[in-house]
């Protein structure tokens, strides 16, 4: 052992794990590569002044959790603790918006950090699938959204998880609900810090986990009984889009989210197998954030999904990948000449796709036939030195036990054949 250990709340993805966390990223992807969705990244760090403003200055993200450093050049920085904010950054600083062609949908894939209390599915740095459709309001697209998000889940054979759904209003029918909830929020008997909050971000009240808070909240005036007509319905269209899509959800009038950006729709995908960290997913609409960042009036949707939560969330199930295997032969030479002409075979079928590795470092026939067994492979490919005066390799099949002699010039085809 090193005398470093990963900082706390991280921990390192090895393999053979590993693999499942990108077997996870891929299929939470997928569903949004085939829905015209482009690949986008950023940097890991953006100006702070982007999360104040956008996240908002009240939540517990940007108060509490964001990792924030200057640089030599004096530059105030952050590690970004979410994607929504940079991604629709670069859009605006790439135009996208003008190309006459919206809404502008884009996903990214990658490492966020958040200074939390560590506890499991709860880390300083984690990972997160992420898509935003920008620039167009249409119910439709939030509904593709949670479509797509659900569907994700389901290719990966999740079935506990829930999704719950919610509207925040919009800039005519917040402020009024907002001040109705402050106005019942005052009357009650709340500590400081609760009290204090009343005044900033009322709503995160209503997300208290505590008992002694939720008993009180009982016939708290609720967002849903004060949205105007135009958000009315444009929350019945996306919940009648979402059943005609067989997608069953549950209305969660208290549904806040963590972050100050969302109006009208907002959802969370939970899981009943992870204890208190249940959110495996969640997103919605953020009509005014591009204004809040500097940009023009771009009302868009977004969702972003845990990978490092979907992993613990499958492992509650149960449910085990089908992971292709890293390995499908593993070639064990025997003498010099054979290691020769053995890793001559090894580069041709890599080149010709399979998935080929080779015993390195002079290993004996015990140990590395040790290698071939561990590295999962279906086939081991002997080559001895009476195979080379013959042209011929082993082609051992590590289940079965059984051996053929293959001449060395159609190792590749063999090969090839076999493992289709
Ligand atoms: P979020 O709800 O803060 O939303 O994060 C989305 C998901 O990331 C969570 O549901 C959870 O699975 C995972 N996650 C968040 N924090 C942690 C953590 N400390 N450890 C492990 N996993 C975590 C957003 O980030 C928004 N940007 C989503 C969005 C996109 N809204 C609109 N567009």
Redo the contacts with the bound molecule.
Sequence with gaps: MSTFKAPKGTYDLIPPESAKFLAVREALSAPLRRSGYGYTETPGFENVELFARGVGESTDIVTKEMYTLTTKGGDELALRP???ASVLRAALEANLHKSGNLPVKLWYSGSYY?Y?RPQK???RH?S?V?A?AIGAEDPSLDAELIILAHDAYRSLGLRDFRILLNSLGDKECRPVYRAALQEFLRELDLDEETRARIEINPLRVLDDKRDSVQKQLVGAPMMRDHLCEACRSYHEQVRELLTSAGVTYEDDPKLV???DYYTRTTFEFVHDGLGSQS??????R?DGLSEMIGGPALPSV?????V??TVLALEAEGVELELPPATEVFAVPIGDEARRVLFGAVTELRRQGVAADFAYGGKGMKNAMKSANRSGARFALLVGERDLTEGVAQLKDLGSGEQTAVALDRVVTEVRARLA
């Excluded at 977004?302 to 845990?306: K, S, V």
């Design positions: 979410e994607g929504t958040r939390e599915g709860r880390y984690f997160q992420g935003e989210r963590g972050l959110a495996v997913g969640g997103g919605g953020y977004g969702w972003a999904l845990g490092d939560r």
